[in-house]
C-alpha cells in the first residue's frame, strides 16, 4: 500500500472518530446540563428541595409503581413463556404473537383504554396493571428466546443424580433464565421511570409527571433540574442493581455433545386452565385496549369524522420527524458502531456506554436538557424541529448502534481490505462492500427508531414547535378534554404505526420460527 493511501487510510479513521466522539459528547450533554442547573442553586436551597415532604412522596410513588410492577412482569412473563415454550398448551406460535401484541399498543394508548372501560380506575393499582400488561413482552420475548434453545442436557443429568423434575428445573433451568430476565426487569422498570402518559391519566403523580407538571404550569425550571436529577440518580441505581442480579456465573454450556432441545411436558388436567390463564392476559393486555379504541373509532366515524384535516396534519408532521429522527440516528450511531467492531478498545466502549446512559434518561430529562441548551446558547433553535430531531437521536440511537453492529459483523475486515487491495479507495470500498451488507440491519435499525420516535411523548410535549401536533401530543390532547371519541384516530393510526415493531421484535427474538 503506497504513503498516499497510508496517509488517507489514516485520515479515514481520524475521522470516523471525531464523528464518533462528537456522538458521545452530544448524548452526554443532556446529563451535564440537567446536573449543573439543578446544582447551580446554593447548597442549603438544594437539601432543602430535596428535604420536601413532596419530594419524598413523588419518589415513594415512583418506587412503589417499580416495586410492583418489575416483579409481576417477571413472574408473569416467566410463567407465559414456560406455558407457550416448555408446555403442551394448544397453538403455541399463536400465543407467542398474541402475547407479543402488547408491543404494538403505547402504553398510554392502552391507559386511555383502561379508563374509558372503567370508569373511576385511577391509583397505584389502575397504573401497576395497565404498565405490567403493557410491559410484559419485554420480559416473555427474551426469556421465551432462551427456553427454546435451552441445552436439556444439564437437566437429565440432574435427574440422573436423584433430583425430582422440579428440583432440577430449579437448580438447571432457572439460573439460565436469569441473565434474560433481570435484563428484561431494567427494561421494564427504566420504561416506568420515564412513563408519563398512563400515570397522568391514573392520576398518580411520580417524578416524571412532577417535571411535566411543573414545567407546564412556568415554575422553575431550575427546580425541574432538580427532579430531573432524581431520576438520573434512579436510573443509575438501577442499572447497577441489574448487575449485581444478573451476576458473573457462567450460564453457557460449552463442550462435546449434540444440543438437544428440551421437550413439552404434559399438563393433564393443567392444560385447559393454563390456557385460559394466556387467554385472559391477551384479553386484558389488547383485546380491552383494541376493543375499546374500536368502539370510540366507530363514533368518531359516525359522527362525520370530525377534526380529519387535523388528523392528516398530525400525522403527516409524525411520519416526517420519525423519518427525520431515524436517519439521524443511523447516520449519528455509524462512526461509533464502525469504531466498536474495527477498533474495539477501552475508549470505544466508553463511547458506547455514553450513548447507552443517555438513552436510559427519561424523555423529559432529555427535554428539559433541550430546552436549557436552546434557551441559553442557541435560541434560533428554541421549539424547533431540528432540536426535537436531535433529542429523540439522543434517546434512540443505541437501538440504531446495536442493529449496526449486527450488520458490521457480517461485513469483516478482510473484505474491505481485498477491496483496498485490488485498487478501491475509502469511500467506493464502503459503497461497494461494507453498505450492502450493513444495509438491511440499517433499515431494521432505522425501523426501530421511526416507531418509538412516532409514539414518544414526554420530550415532543416539552419540544415541539408551535403550531406542530404529531399523533401522540394530538391524542394527549383530546385525552386531558376527555374527549375520549377526538382521541380514538390518533390512538388507532398509532397502533398502525407501532406494528411493525412487533414483526421486528418477533423475528430479532426467533419467536417467528
Not at 62 to 87: D, F, M, S
Not at 139 to 161: F, G, K, M, Q, T
Not at 214 to 235: H, I, K, R, T
Not at 401 to 421: F, K
Amino acid at each position: 500500500m503506497s504513503a498516499s493511501s497510508d496517509l488517507r487510510a489514516t485520515a479515514g479513521r481520524a475521522t470516523v472518530s471525531t464523528a464518533a466522539l462528537a456522538v458521545a459528547a452530544i448524548s452526554l450533554a443532556p446529563l451535564l446540563v440537567v446536573a449543573s442547573r439543578a446544582f447551580g442553586a446554593p447548597w442549603h436551597e438544594v437539601t432543602a428541595y430535596f428535604l420536601r415532604p413532596r419530594m419524598g412522596e413523588l419518589v415513594g410513588h415512583t418506587l412503589a409503581l417499580v416495586g410492583v410492577t418489575v416483579p409481576a412482569t417477571v413472574v408473569l412473563g416467566i410463567g407465559c413463556a414456560w406455558l407457550v415454550e416448555r408446555t403442551d398448551v394448544p397453538a403455541p406460535s399463536l400465543w407467542r404473537i398474541l402475547l407479543t401484541a402488547p408491543l404494538a399498543v403505547p402504553a398510554f394508548v392502552s391507559s386511555y383504554a383502561w379508563t374509558s372501560a372503567v370508569p373511576g380506575m385511577e391509583g397505584l393499582g389502575g397504573a401497576a396493571l395497565v404498565t405490567t400488561l403493557a410491559y410484559l413482552p419485554f420480559v416473555l420475548l427474551p426469556v421465551a428466546a432462551v427456553l427454546r434453545d435451552l441445552d436439556l442436557a444439564d437437566e437429565e443429568v440432574a435427574r440422573s443424580l436423584g433430583l425430582g423434575p422440579r428440583a432440577a428445573v430449579l437448580r438447571t433451568v432457572l439460573p439460565r433464565l436469569r441473565p434474560a430476565a433481570s435484563g428484561g426487569a431494567l427494561l421494564v422498570a427504566l420504561h416506568l421511570l420515564a412513563e408519563f402518559g398512563v400515570l397522568e391519566m391514573m392520576r398518580y403523580p411520580t417524578v416524571t409527571t412532577a417535571i411535566l407538571t411543573q414545567y407546564s404550569m412556568g415554575f422553575s425550571n431550575d427546580e425541574g433540574a432538580m427532579l430531573a436529577m432524581v431520576l438520573v440518580v434512579m436510573c443509575l441505581a438501577l442499572l447497577g442493581l441489574e448487575m449485581l442480579l444478573r451476576g458473573r456465573a457462567r450460564t453457557a454450556r460449552l463442550g462435546r455433545g449434540v444440543h438437544q432441545r428440551a421437550g413439552r411436558s404434559a399438563l393433564g388436567p393443567w392444560r385447559w386452565p393454563a390456557t385460559a390463564l394466556l387467554a385472559v392476559v391477551v384479553l386484558l393486555a389488547v383485546a380491552v385496549p383494541l376493543g375499546q379504541v374500536g368502539r370510540w373509532l366507530v363514533r368518531w366515524v359516525d359522527r362525520g369524522a370530525p377534526g380529519a384535516a387535523e388528523l392528516l396534519a398530525a400525522a403527516g408532521s409524525t411520519l416526517l420527524l420519525a423519518a427525520a429522527a431515524a436517519v439521524v440516528a443511523i447516520l449519528a450511531a455509524l462512526p461509533g458502531a464502525w469504531r466498536l467492531d474495527r477498533h474495539r478498545n477501552v475508549g470505544t466502549i466508553a463511547m458506547e456506554r455514553v450513548t447507552y446512559l443517555a438513552s436510559a434518561l427519561p424523555g423529559v430529562v432529555v427535554g428539559l436538557a433541550m430546552v436549557t441548551i436552546a434557551v441559553r446558547w442557541l435560541p434560533a433553535l428554541y421549539q424547533s424541529a431540528g432540536m426535537l430531531v436531535v433529542a429523540y437521536s439522543v434517546l434512540f440511537v443505541p437501538r440504531a448502534m446495536v442493529t449496526l453492529r449486527s450488520g458490521l459483523a457480517a461485513a469483516p475486515p478482510e473484505l474491505s481490505e481485498a477491496a483496498r487491495a485490488l485498487g478501491s479507495d475509502g469511500f467506493d470500498t464502503f459503497r461497494r462492500v461494507v453498505a450492502p451488507l450493513v444495509l438491511p440491519s440499517a433499515l431494521t435499525g432505522a425501523a426501530l427508531v421511526f416507531i418509538a420516535a412516532s409514539t414518544e411523548l414526554t420530550a415532543t410535549l416539552l419540544l415541539a414547535p408551535t403550531g406542530t401536533e404529531t399523533l401522540a401530543t394530538g391524542f394527549w390532547e383530546a385525552t386531558s378534554e376527555i374527549d375520549y371519541v377526538a382521541a380514538a384516530p390518533y390512538a388507532a393510526l398509532m397502533i398502525v404505526l407501532s406494528a411493525p415493531v412487533t414483526l421486528l421484535m418477533l423475528r430479532q427474538s426467533g419467536a417467528s420460527r
